[in-house]
C-alpha cells in the first residue's frame, strides 16, 4: 500500500511535468467527484483533464499520459471497490452488533417475565404458565390467566 503511495505520487509529479501545474488538484477532484458520487464535477473534472491532455504537443508525452491516466484509473477502480467493500463489511458488522443487541434486549425481557411468573407461583391449581401472545399468560390445564405488566413485554 505504501508503495502504490509512492507510485501514485510519482504520477502526479510526472502529470505535472507533462501537463502544467494544477493537474493533479484536477485528479484530486475527479476522485473524489467520483467516490462522493458527484456526476457534474467529475464530467467538470474530466473536461479540464481532457484539455490538458489535447493541449500536450508532443505525441510520446500526450500518449504517457494517457498511460498514467489509465494507470490511475485503475487504481482509482481498484480504490474503490475495496472502498466499497470495507462499506459492506462495516454495514454487516452493524447489523449484528443491532441484531445482538436486539437478541439481548429480547432475553433481558423473558428473563424479567419469567422472573415475574416465577414470584406470583404457578396458578392456584398448581399448573405451569404458558405465553399465549401479548401479556397474556394462560395456565396449561387452561382455566387460569395471568397478565404480566407492560413494561415487562417490550
Not at 56 to 65: G, L, T
Request: hydrophobic share 30%; charged share 40%; glycine share 6%.
Amino acid at each position: 500500500e505504501e508503495e502504490e503511495e509512492e507510485d501514485m505520487d510519482s504520477m502526479f509529479d510526472e502529470m505535472e511535468s507533462l501537463c502544467g501545474n494544477g493537474v493533479g488538484d484536477i485528479i484530486r477532484r475527479l476522485n473524489e467527484s467520483i467516490f462522493a458520487g458527484d456526476k457534474a464535477e467529475k464530467e467538470r473534472s474530466e473536461a479540464n483533464l481532457k484539455q490538458r491532455v489535447d493541449a500536450i504537443n508532443d505525441e510520446n508525452n500526450k500518449q504517457r499520459v494517457r498511460n498514467l491516466l489509465h494507470l490511475m484509473e485503475e487504481n482509482r477502480r481498484r480504490a474503490f471497490l475495496a472502498f466499497q467493500e470495507a462499506e459492506r463489511k462495516r454495514k454487516a458488522e452493524l447489523k449484528r452488533i443491532r441484531d445482538e443487541e436486539e437478541r439481548r434486549r429480547k432475553v433481558t425481557l423473558e428473563k424479567k417475565r419469567q422472573e415475574y411468573l416465577r414470584l406470583n407461583g404457578r396458578c392456584c391449581a398448581g399448573f405451569a404458565w404458558i405465553h399465549q401472545g401479548g401479556s397474556l399468560y394462560r395456565c396449561s390445564a387452561g382455566g387460569h390467566t395471568c397478565h404480566v405488566p407492560q413494561h415487562l413485554m417490550s
